[in-house]
C-alpha cells in the first residue's frame, strides 16, 4: 500500500473535523471538539509559517494527517495520525520516512527532526526505529491518559547527518563522571 501526502488547505476544514472528532486516538488525551478544530484552523493553527498538516492519503482515503510544527525552530516536531482502519499496514512508517525527506529537502537549515509517543505505543516506537530515529529521552509519567494515569512518555530524533548518510549516530547515555 503506498501513501501520497497531500497538503492542508483551508476548505479541507470540514473533513479534518470530522477526521479528528469521527475516530478514537488511544495515545491521545481524547477527541477534541468540533468548534475547537475549527476555530483553530481559522486562527491559522494547521497551516501557518510555523506549521503544517498533511494528509495522508491511501487507496483514495484521506487514512492518515501529520502536523508539521515549530518549522521555524532548527528542529522541529511532528503529530502523526492513522485511523483505526488502516494501522498496521506501513502507513506510519511511509509517513514517517516522507516527512523526514520533505522537512530535510524543503528546510536546509533544520538539524534534527523531533518526535515524541508513549511509552505503551510499541507500534509507533517500531515507526521511528524503522525510519532511522534515535531514542534519546525518556519522561517518566509525563503524558497524561484519558483514564487520568499519568504514562512515561519517549522522544526519538533523527539528525540531518545521519539522515544524508544512513548512519545512526548513537546516544552517549554514559557520559556523566563517576564519583
Do not use: C
Amino acid at each position: 500500500m503506498t501513501a501520497a501526502f497531500i497538503r492542508f488547505v483551508p476548505d479541507d476544514v470540514d473533513d479534518l473535523v470530522a477526521f479528528l472528532t469521527g475516530e478514537d486516538w488511544p495515545f491521545h488525551v481524547g477527541r477534541p471538539e468540533a468548534e475547537a478544530v475549527r476555530r483553530r484552523a481559522a486562527d491559522g493553527h494547521y497551516d501557518d509559517a510555523d506549521e503544517r498538516t498533511f494528509w495522508v492519503v491511501s487507496e483514495g482515503e484521506r487514512a492518515g494527517l501529520i502536523r508539521l510544527q515549530d518549522l521555524a525552530d532548527e528542529g522541529p516536531v511532528f503529530d502523526l495520525r492513522v485511523r483505526a482502519a488502516h494501522r498496521g499496514r506501513g502507513l506510519g512508517g511511509q509517513a514517517v520516512r516522507w516527512l523526514t525527506g520533505h522537512l530535510f529537502t524543503e528546510l536546509p537549515g533544520i538539524t534534527r527532526i523531533e518526535g515524541t509517543t508513549r511509552q505503551d505505543n510499541l507500534a509507533m516506537r517500531a515507526v521511528f526505529r524503522g525510519a532511522g530515529f534515535v531514542k534519546e529521552a525518556h519522561y517518566r509519567r509525563a503524558w497524561p491518559g484519558r483514564d487520568g494515569r499519568l504514562y512515561d512518555s519517549v522522544a526519538y530524533a533523527i539528525l540531518r547527518s545521519d539522515w544524508e548518510t544512513g548512519e545512526v549516530t548513537p546516544v552517549a547515555w554514559e557520559d556523566e563522571p563517576r564519583p
